[in-house]
């Protein structure tokens, strides 16, 4: 199934921010960096080419998936859990502002914490 773009609540959050900015449309396709013809098609229940829906939601500073019709599983919930410690360790690796040795350091304390945790929750803590 290919997911679709839900055009009513994608033009009601886009009215919503538009007005709370006290923009004309034409105004906020200018920011938004899209044609004002784009919008209007938006509003005449047309689906946009990626590139647009991408700075649309870029601009409204909301998720893509927020607006499809048939989200990622991680978003509906549906997703299988990651291993938590992976997960951790790839928010750490991301960070700029730590030293390798800070986020090793960060890891060792959440792992040693996980497992603490883990051990409790069976009974054996």
Do not use: C
Not at 43 to 57: E, F, H, M, W
């Amino acid at each position: 199934m290919s997911p679709t773009i839900d055009l009513a609540q994608l033009t009601g959050v886009l009215e919503a921010r538009i007005t709370a900015d006290d923009l004309s449309w034409r105004q906020a396709a200018g920011k938004i960096g899209v044609s004002p013809a784009l919008l209007s098609r938006l509003r005449n229940g047309q689906q946009p080419d990626l590139t647009s829906y991408a700075k649309i939601v870029r601009w409204l500073d909301m998720s893509a998936d927020e607006f499809l019709r048939t989200p990622a599983p991680s978003v509906r919930g549906e997703a299988e859990q990651k291993e938590l410690t992976s997960e951790v360790s790839a928010l750490l690796r991301a960070r700029s502002d730590l030293s390798e040795s800070d986020k090793r350091y960060l890891e060792e304390i959440f792992r040693a914490t996980l497992t603490h945790v883990r051990s409790a929750k069976r009974g054996e803590g």
